[in-house]
T-cell receptor, first 113, second 112 residues
Framework: SQTIHQWPATLVQPVGSPLSLECTVEGTSNPNLYWYRQAAGRGLQLLFYSVGIGQISSEVPQNLSASRPQDRQFILSSKKLLLSDSGFYLC????????????FGSGTRLTVV | SQQGEEDPQALSIQEGENATMNCSYKTSINNLQWYRQNSGRGLVHLILIRSNEREKHSGRLRVTLDTSKKSSSLLITASRAADTASYFCATDGNNQGGKLIFGQGTELSVKP
């Protein structure tokens, strides 16, 4: 069956420290992969999406970057975290460009202190 | 940029009542989707309605789409306390390359 793993569930990091969040997908091939961020009580903002290995599109300028080293692996990174990077980060995958909906991971709550 | 905007932002009802949430969007779409999010969790896909459809049902969920008004509604009938969650609409627009744009969500509270 198809599933998506995202970890860690919560993370507290000091300002200026690096970040690496990992998302892996099982049970499907060549998925589209997405990173969203959700501020408290708000909707989701699309950060990055990828249609294939090494193919990353950035939606908004920011302090973050993404990489897709393998077909089913999507990584969100930062070299130096800012306070404004705090939020709830969600990874999602889809087939057929999302025509049939997205499947989301359980999310990572990042607090930058 | 935001595409879908939900209304109301928050809704509190008694168990057994119906809950109606609305979504408006700005540009033409291929489809509109509704998702549910329990507090602190990921989103779960509920239902998708295509631009050439006007109404769709799934269990206690009923979704309508009016492309002339660029709006959609999600109706949950006979609500239960377990329906308490945030509900988001998301649009797959014609020029969005398959990317979903989410609204701000409606926070539904169903009191037992």
């Amino acid at each position: 069956s198809q599933t998506i793993h995202q970890w860690p569930a919560t993370l507290v990091q000091p300002v200026g420290s690096p970040l690496s969040l990992e998302c892996t997908v099982e049970g499907t091939s060549n998925p589209n992969l997405y990173w969203y961020r959700q501020a408290a009580g708000r909707g989701l903002q699309l950060l990055f999406y990828s249609v294939g290995i090494g193919q990353i599109s950035s939606e908004v300028p920011q302090n973050l970057s993404a990489s897709r080293p393998q077909d089913r692996q999507f990584i969100l990174s930062s070299k130096k975290l800012l306070l404004s990077d705090s939020g709830f980060y969600l990874c999602a995958w889809s087939l057929d460009s999302g025509v049939n909906g997205y499947t989301f991971g359980s999310g990572t709550r990042l607090t930058v202190v | 940029s935001q595409q879908g905007e939900e209304d109301p932002q928050a809704l509190s009802i008694q168990e057994g009542e119906n809950a109606t949430m609305n979504c408006s969007y700005k540009t033409s779409i291929n489809n509109l989707q509704w998702y549910r999010q329990n507090s602190g969790r990921g989103l779960v896909h509920l239902i998708l309605i295509r631009s050439n459809e006007r109404e769709k049902h799934s269990g206690r969920l009923r979704v309508t789409l009016d492309t002339s008004k660029k709006s959609s509604s999600l109706l949950i009938t006979a609500s239960r306390a377990a329906d308490t969650a945030s509900y988001f609409c998301a649009t797959d627009g014609n020029n969005q390359g398959g990317k979903l744009i989410f609204g701000q969500g409606t926070e539904l509270s169903v009191k037992p």
